[in-house]
T-cell receptor
Framework: DSGVTQTPKHLITATGQRVTLRCSPR?????VYWYQQSLDQGLQFLIQ???????AKGNILERFSAQQFPDLHSELNLSSLELGDSALYFC????????????FGPGTRLLVL | GQQLNQSPQSMFIQEGEDVSMNCTSS?????WLWYKQDPGEGPVLLIA?????ELTSNGRLTAQFGITRKDSFLNISASIPSDVGIYFC???????????FGKGTRLSVIA
């Protein structure tokens, strides 16, 4: 158990809908990272938050957004969902801003029908 | 963008055999990480390497940070059934830059 929690574990929805994925980092960790894992693309970095502020952006679509709250939990919002958004979404955390060693949560499996 | 080439893509080995896999990059990294992912779970950090030439062990696992800083290797000795899973390498140039992941090596162990 990495100490990172994610909810829900599974999510099934329809195209055009909007969903919110939630992540609680390890106790004491200030940085939260979101990743998308699909079969053909591997793990793709989406976005990083540190202590409530966005710090780095990767290959995140404009239809996706995230935020980190004062209690350090984070949410990833996916809107206008398309079939191709079906994937595993992982959250990871690390103690500091510039910290390569990241600990991953169990992931949310999203299926868009 | 940066790419990591991980090989082999998959391997089938007999229990008790040693395993080697590697990761190469088109550019220099200053940190190499190795993760293992079990089905339906998130990646779990196995070994972190921070210095060129560094050799680090974690039980039956040994990883090396290549001296060119463009590659890394992971060896598993005396494999057991619970070694089954997908092994990912990840690299970073600095703490300011995101981790880049390889596409993984899928390991199957035949008892």
């Amino acid at each position: 158990d990495s100490g990172v929690t994610q909810t829900p574990k599974h999510l099934i929805t329809a195209t055009g809908q909007r969903v919110t994925l939630r992540c609680s980092p390890r106790s004491g960790d200030l940085s939260v990272y979101w990743y998308q894992q699909s079969l053909d693309q591997g793990l793709q970095f989406l976005i990083q938050y540190y202590n409530g502020e966005e710090r780095a952006k990767g290959n995140i679509l404009e239809r996706f957004s995230a935020q980190q709250f004062p209690d350090l939990h984070s949410e990833l919002n996916l809107s206008s969902l398309e079939l191709g958004d079906s994937a595993l979404y992982f959250c990871a955390s690390s103690p500091r801003l510039h910290q390569e060693t990241q600990y991953f949560g169990p992931g949310t499996r999203l299926l868009v029908l | 963008g940066q790419q990591l080439n991980q090989s082999p893509q998959s391997m089938f080995i007999q229990e008790g055999e040693d395993v080697s896999m590697n990761c190469t990059s088109s550019s220099i990294f200053n940190t190499w990480l190795w993760y293992k992912q079990d089905p339906g779970e998130g990646p779990v950090l196995l070994i972190a390497l921070y210095k060129a030439g560094e050799l680090t062990s974690n039980g039956r696992l040994t990883a090396q940070f290549g001296i060119t800083r463009k590659d890394s290797f992971l060896n598993i000795s005396a494999s057991i059934p619970s070694d089954v899973g997908i092994y990912f390498c990840a690299g970073s140039f600095s703490g300011n830059t995101p981790l880049v992941f390889g596409k993984g090596t899928r390991l199957s162990v035949i008892a």
